[in-house]
């Protein structure tokens, strides 16, 4: 009777185990394999799979497989690679002592990894050219915040990572949302950043805020008639700079100097927008008559697009 239910234990538990093999490999050489995948590593799957009568445990290189199955989720090998990135460049991101707890916190026998998103989009480069890439954004919002605006990171078809800074290529899409390349003197240092495209027609409209410009949100827009781009300090201040002379580049590629604009009240503010936008009479009458503040820029940018 006993040895009746344990051969009765052994069939159930195999039963229920088969059932828990919905995952898949697919080596380059070889069937795919129907398994459960019970650890990803940055080179290894490990998994378990039927052999006969048994349930075998056993690894792969990630190099020796196309993609794989895991719960219903498709993942290539260069999709893989791209999630796994020792990355010294995000690791520099954080302040020494966050990288000292990340290392001592990690088992001694593996290697700390950041978990990246990867996002199918589009590049320009210093051309013109649109390309299609594979671009690499950290999950961490703070991290994501400081590298997205000096620098992406790309995986080439063969699963290579690249990392391009603004000064190789004229920008780049997140999400459909457009980069654009911006080169600036500011405090005597010659810098280079991405600005996130807000409007574009008539008057183009765009915003930076980020370490290059002191970490304050700064709106860059110029109209399709004008050469130069104006910078003006997003919201009302009452912080005092010093460096307010700057040189930026024009849409032809020439530099100029121009004036870094902060206001530190609202009335001012308003009425440089107005007289900006003074070549369209119903803008100008919406300034008259306070239907803008100061959060609405972005809107008077977008109403001066339809005016005719």
Known sequence: MKNFLFLLFICLSFKIF???????IFPKEADSIICKITSIQKNWLYYDHQEKKYIKNDYIHISDIRYYLYNGIKTTAIEHKS??????TLISATSISEKNNIMNSSPKD???TFYLD?????????????HACLILLSKSKIIKQANQLIKIQLVDSLGNIAILLPNQISGYWINGVFYKIFKTIYNGKNVAFFAEELITGKASLYVYNGERLNNESIYI??????TEYY???????TKEHTATSNTVQNSDGSASSIELLEFHDETPY???FQSYFSDCSEITLKFKSSWYTYNDITAA?????KCR
Do not use: A, M, P, W
């Not at 088969?18 to 898949?24: A, F, I, P, R, V």
């Not at 940018?301 to 697009?305: E, G, I, P, S, T």
């Open 118 to 130: 990867t996002i199918k989009t589009f590049y320009l480069d210093t051309l013109g050219k649109k």
């Open 221 to 226: 827009f110029k109209k399709q008639s004008e």
């Open 83 to 88: 999630k796994f990135i020792i990355s010294n």
């Open 231 to 237: 910078f003006v300090q997003e919201k009302i201040t």
């Open 110 to 112: 593996t290697i700390q």
């Open 18 to 24: 088969s059932q828990d093999l919905n995952d898949k």
């Open 301 to 305: 940018f977008r109403d001066y697009n």
């Open 270 to 272: 308003l009425n440089f």
